[in-house]
Structures are given as structure tokens and as C-alpha cells.
């Protein structure tokens, strides 16, 4: 499965809000400011996003930076946090992020390589993790974990990199989840691989 060319700019679209620098002015200019954050943030030039964000050109964004974008605005979008739901915290127990939804703690908990609970405002949703939400989580830390590269992941899902990370994001709209047979079959290769070498 591969990502359709006009599915990225709508994706990139969805991101750019919490790349302007100036998220709470009413000033005009909002895309604009929007556009040359995440240039900044990418270390690209503006005209460079904006031809990733226009279904008209022909210019994508790679794989990597997308997860680099995506990522980003996962942590960005935790910090506009008002009331704190869920936490997250090292290994150590200190405090890394605080998100308003579980989706947003599960996957800075795995891209970090940490753990996430709840506050007393969010205790009650915890119950309402569900089995998708495990799988994607359980690919995050397998993707994270780099035992097995992304381009044999990709193989076994028969998807491309932007697939990939996808299939990782939580609480967007194009929502996607890995299959269970095939995430178990990955998991499996990894821990015989991981057994051998030990």
C-alpha cells in the first residue's frame, strides 16, 4: 500500500497550525507564519513547505522528515496543554511531558523510550485503551527499537515509509492500525533474532 500523492499536503496541512510562531495573534498572515515554522523547524526553506503543503506541485515531503513533522507536533501539542490528563515520565520518574490525551502519552511514552500514566483528572480514561491503540503502540517500540530496519517492517506490512508512519500516529483523522497476524509475526522474527544474538 502506497500513500496517494494528494494525501500528504492534507496531512502537512493538519501539522502546520502548531508550527506558528505566533499560535494566539490575530494578525493576517497566519499560514504564512505556519509555513516558515516548520521551514524552521525542518531547516528548509519556506517556498520549500509550501510546495509540500500544495496538492498542485509536485515536490513531497521525505520520510523521515514527515516523522521528524509528526513527532513535533505531537510534543507541541502536549504543551498547549490547559489541564493535564496523562504524564509522561523517564525511567527515573521524572516528569517529560504532560498531554491531554492518552494517544498523545502512548506515543511520547514510545518514541522516548519511556512509560505513561495518568493524573487524577484522567485516571477514568485509562480504562479505554484499546487493542488498536496496542498495536500501534507496540509498533512504535518495535520501529523505535531499530532491532529490525523500517524497510523490513514496510516489507512485511507491504505499505511505504509514509505508511509507516501512519500506522504509528494516534489522535489524527486518517487514523490507521497495524494487523494483529502480522505485528505477532515481526515480534516473533524479532524476538527469535534477539534470542540468537544473545
Given at each position: 500500500?502506497k500513500?496517494?500523492?494528494n494525501?500528504m499536503?492534507?496531512?502537512?496541512?493538519?501539522f502546520?497550525?502548531?508550527f506558528?510562531t505566533?499560535r494566539?495573534?490575530?494578525?493576517p498572515?497566519?499560514?504564512?507564519?505556519?509555513?516558515e515554522?516548520?521551514?524552521d523547524?525542518?531547516?528548509k526553506?519556506?517556498?520549500?513547505?509550501?510546495?509540500?503543503?500544495?496538492?498542485?506541485?509536485d515536490?513531497?515531503?521525505?520520510?523521515d522528515?514527515?516523522?521528524?513533522?509528526?513527532?513535533?507536533?505531537?510534543k507541541?501539542?502536549?504543551?498547549?496543554?490547559s489541564?493535564?490528563?496523562f504524564?509522561?515520565?523517564?525511567?527515573?520518574?521524572?516528569?517529560?511531558?504532560?498531554?491531554?490525551?492518552m494517544?498523545q502519552?502512548s506515543?511520547?511514552?514510545?518514541?522516548?523510550?519511556?512509560f505513561?500514566?495518568?493524573t487524577?483528572v484522567?485516571a477514568?480514561q485509562k480504562?479505554?485503551?484499546?487493542?488498536?491503540?496496542?498495536?500501534?503502540?507496540?509498533?512504535?517500540?518495535?520501529?523505535?527499537?531499530g532491532?529490525?530496519g523500517?524497510?523490513?517492517?514496510?516489507?512485511?506490512?507491504?505499505f511505504?515509509?509514509?505508511?509507516?508512519v501512519?500506522?504509528?500516529?494516534?489522535?489524527?483523522?486518517?487514523?490507521?492500525?497495524?494487523d494483529?497476524?502480522r505485528?505477532?509475526?515481526l515480534?516473533?522474527?524479532?524476538?527469535?533474532?534477539?534470542?540468537?544474538?544473545?
Amino acid at each position: 500500500m502506497k500513500m496517494k500523492k494528494n494525501e500528504m499536503p492534507l496531512r502537512l496541512r493538519e501539522f502546520l497550525p502548531m508550527f506558528d510562531t505566533e499560535r494566539r495573534s490575530k494578525k493576517p498572515g497566519k499560514f504564512r507564519r505556519q509555513v516558515e515554522g516548520m521551514a524552521d523547524f525542518l531547516g528548509k526553506q519556506p517556498r520549500t513547505v509550501e510546495a509540500y503543503c500544495s496538492t498542485s506541485e509536485d515536490r513531497t515531503i521525505s520520510a523521515d522528515d514527515y516523522w521528524r513533522v509528526s513527532v513535533e507536533w505531537v510534543k507541541r501539542k502536549s504543551r498547549s496543554t490547559s489541564e493535564a490528563r496523562f504524564i509522561v515520565l523517564d525511567d527515573n520518574g521524572d516528569q517529560l511531558y504532560e498531554t491531554q490525551t492518552m494517544g498523545q502519552a502512548s506515543f511520547l511514552a514510545d518514541v522516548e523510550g519511556a512509560f505513561w500514566g495518568t493524573t487524577p483528572v484522567g485516571a477514568w480514561q485509562k480504562m479505554h485503551f484499546t487493542a488498536a491503540a496496542g498495536r500501534r503502540s507496540r509498533l512504535r517500540r518495535l520501529v523505535r527499537d531499530g532491532i529490525v530496519g523500517n524497510h523490513v517492517i514496510c516489507a512485511i506490512f507491504e505499505f511505504d515509509a509514509f505508511c509507516l508512519v501512519d500506522y504509528q500516529l494516534e489522535d489524527v483523522d486518517w487514523l490507521s492500525t497495524p494487523d494483529e497476524l502480522r505485528l505477532h509475526q515481526l515480534e516473533t522474527w524479532v524476538r527469535n533474532t534477539t534470542g540468537e544474538a544473545a
